[in-house]
């Protein structure tokens, strides 16, 4: 089992529609995790820490936590074009482990 | 602020030549890690630099080094290059492991 998981997608939305992306992780005592964005051709862009369960809102985006199930859910809300992107979930153990990444796509 | 600022953007380098990339992290961070992309491989882990010693490494070959110097400022070599070294890499630093901030990357190709 790998320690940080994703569903690759691709993943398809319509332009305002909410995108849902997931990730699952293996170590329980984890206790900090991070949604990062990298639209193609460019370096990773820090969108959204959490560390405690439950939800935290900023903007359109939303990040769920869920220690008791081990899995981090990052929502986007009126999805945009713009939020075409391959969007990474990550877990500090020292170094960060990253996800494989959830491709989204948004379609006018 | 300042963002984390690597040098140079891009490079073309032959096989057998050796490289070194550089990474000025954000001011006050004084840990830094190096990832390597390349694509359908995701972000690679290559090591990871606190106060000028390597706190963590990846699992790549010799080749691959990196050194801190005591302004947290970074370096990374990769000798004796390989066609399988073209890669965009990733100088990430932070204030203590945690949350990580990107730079624009360095995009090296090996011909």
């Known amino acids: 089992q790998k320690e940080v998981e994703q569903n690759s997608g691709p993943l398809s939305v319509p332009e305002g529609a909410i995108a849902s992306l997931n990730c699952t992780y293996s170590?329980?005592?984890?206790?900090?995790f991070f949604w990062y964005r990298q639209y193609s051709g460019k370096s990773p862009e820090l969108i959204m820490s959490?560390?405690?369960?439950g939800d935290k809102e900023d903007g359109r985006f939303t990040a769920q936590l869920n220690k008791a199930s081990q899995y981090v859910s990052l929502l986007i809300r009126d999805s945009q074009p713009s939020d075409s992107a391959t969007y990474l979930c990550?877990?500090?153990?020292?170094?960060?482990?990253f996800g494989q990444g959830t491709e989204l796509s948004v379609k006018p | 602020k300042a963002g984390v600022t690597q040098t140079p953007r891009y490079l073309i380098k032959t096989r057998g030549q050796q490289v070194t990339l550089s990474c000025s992290p954000i001011?006050?961070?004084?840990?830094v890690s190096w990832y390597q992309q390349t694509p359908g491989q995701g972000l690679q882990f290559l090591f990871e630099?606190?106060?000028?010693?390597?706190?963590n490494k990846g699992n790549f070959p010799g080749r691959f080094s990196g050194r801190q110097f005591s302004n947290s400022r970074s370096e990374m070599n990769v000798s004796t290059l390989e066609l399988g070294d073209s890669a965009l890499y990733l100088c990430?630093?932070?204030?203590?492991?945690?949350?990580?901030?990107f730079g624009q990357g360095t995009r090296l190709t090996v011909v």
């Open positions: 990430a630093s932070s204030l203590a492991g945690a949350e990580a901030f």
């Open positions: 170590d329980r005592g984890s206790q900090s």
């Open positions: 959490i560390y405690s369960n």
């Open positions: 990550a877990v500090p153990r020292g170094k960060l482990i």
């Open positions: 001011s006050g961070h004084r840990s």
């Open positions: 630099y606190f106060s000028e010693t390597q706190r």
